[in-house]
């Protein structure tokens, strides 16, 4: 009893360590790209600098979500094919152990990684998606003007419009000597002022841009015929922000919210999440047989035939949610036919190789 218990920790510490490994790998690529991304609208002053790391953390976890179950399935192929080489599969079955003692460790892990998706999906994603909208709003409710570079050309938030400053005071966070430049198809307007400071609007979310001492010209480059005006005080509309708009809306949903609801957009969201957990457990089967291989084939002999298996599931996951939302698949069929097509072909994979299916179900009827 022992000896199976130092065994069955071994096999789970090994698929743990694979697990980690590729999770670490595909999360800093892929968090790396936003990264990037987010310090860029630091840099042009979209979003101030203090939401760069909040922004990243909770976008993080909408990316092991989406990470945590191929993760899952490269992990456990690296590891059994790893035994396989290495022939310890086979001296482990030659000392007595059994193939439901060598596969209960894969399962255990396949189960409690599909547990931490469904408390993901269900609990954790909504709930950064509000924050991350929440810091959207808050990075878009103001025009950091303590974030602007004196000297630097910057796009005004939400308007096709660039600002420049000359310089900003320290104390009041006012712009000194600004100038905006707007340019459409009818003309080209170049606005100037001294000083320039955000306020708010009566309405909720509405704010604007007070100019004061400051001219404005209009027309046509080229043109001989342009519009000049001088102002005490000026006013330019920003980007309203009191709704941020359907973006995002069912990704913020709760699961009594998704499942009460008639919507097939919403619908169709549940069977999304419901389909991280569900592609953990099925993956978990499929990497099994998958992982088989003799000692001359390698360790990374089917790596590319997985992963290649593995976007075919992906966007087969995708087609049927967009399907649904459609109405060309019916709800209650939803994505199972997805899943059903992948657990069909490990179940015909498992019974293929070896016989191994049927000798575990002999050996779980005979415990």
């Known amino acids: ?18 697990f980690f490994a590729v ?16 310090l860029g609208k630091v840099a042009e002053g979209s979003i101030d600098a203090s939401l760069l790391f909040p922004l990243l953390f909770w976008g993080s976890l909408n990316s092991i979500t989406t990470l945590l179950a191929v993760s899952l399935f490269l992990g456990m192929l690296l590891t059994l094919g790893r035994l396989y080489k290495d022939s310890e599969i086979y001296a482990l079955r030659a000392s007595g152990v059994g193939d439901r003692q060598l596969l209960r460790p894969f399962i255990l892990l396949g189960i409690s990684v599909a547990v931490l998706l469904v408390l993901l999906a269900f609990w954790l994603g909504p709930q950064a998606e509000r924050n991350i909208n929440q810091l959207r709003n808050e990075a878009a409710a103001k025009l950091d003007l303590g974030g602007v570079t004196p000297g630097r050309f910057m796009t005004l938030p939400g308007q096709d419009a660039v600002i420049f400053a000359e310089s900003l005071n320290s104390d009041t966070h006012k712009l000194n000597n600004i100038f905006i430049f707007y340019q459409t198809e009818e003309a080209l307007r170049v606005i100037s002022a001294r000083s320039a400071d955000q306020i708010e609007g009566a309405k909720e979310g509405e704010r604007f841009l007070e100019l004061q001492d400051g001219q404005m010209f209009m027309g046509l480059p080229g043109d001989e015929q342009f519009t000049h005006v001088s102002y005490k005080k000026n006013g330019v509309r920003l980007a309203d922000t009191g709704s941020n708009g359907p973006s995002g809306e069912i990704e913020m949903l709760s699961f009594k919210a998704l499942w009460e609801s008639s919507e097939p957009s919403h619908k169709a969201e549940l069977h999304w999440r419901l389909s991280f957990p569900i592609s953990a457990l099925v993956l978990t089967l ?6 088989y291989s003799t000692p001359r084939q390698g360790r990374f002999g089917k790596l590319a035939l997985a992963i290649l298996i593995y976007i075919v599931y992906a966007n087969l996951l995708g087609l049927g949610k967009t399907w649904i939302e459609s109405g060309a698949v019916p709800i209650w069929l939803g994505l199972w036919w997805v899943h059903f097509m992948l657990f069909a072909m490990a179940m015909y994979l498992l019974l293929l190789q070896n016989k191994t299916l049927s000798r575990w179900f002999r050996s779980i009827a005979n415990t």
């Not at 999770?23 to 991304?37: D, E, H, Q, R, W």
């Open 286 to 291: 499929l990497a099994l047989p998958m992982s």
């Open 1 to 18: 009893m022992t000896n199976g218990r130092i065994i069955s920790r071994y096999l789970l510490k090994e698929a743990l360590f694979s």
């Open 23 to 38: 999770l670490t790998v595909l999360l800093l690529i892929l968090l790396g790209g936003v990264f990037v991304k987010l």
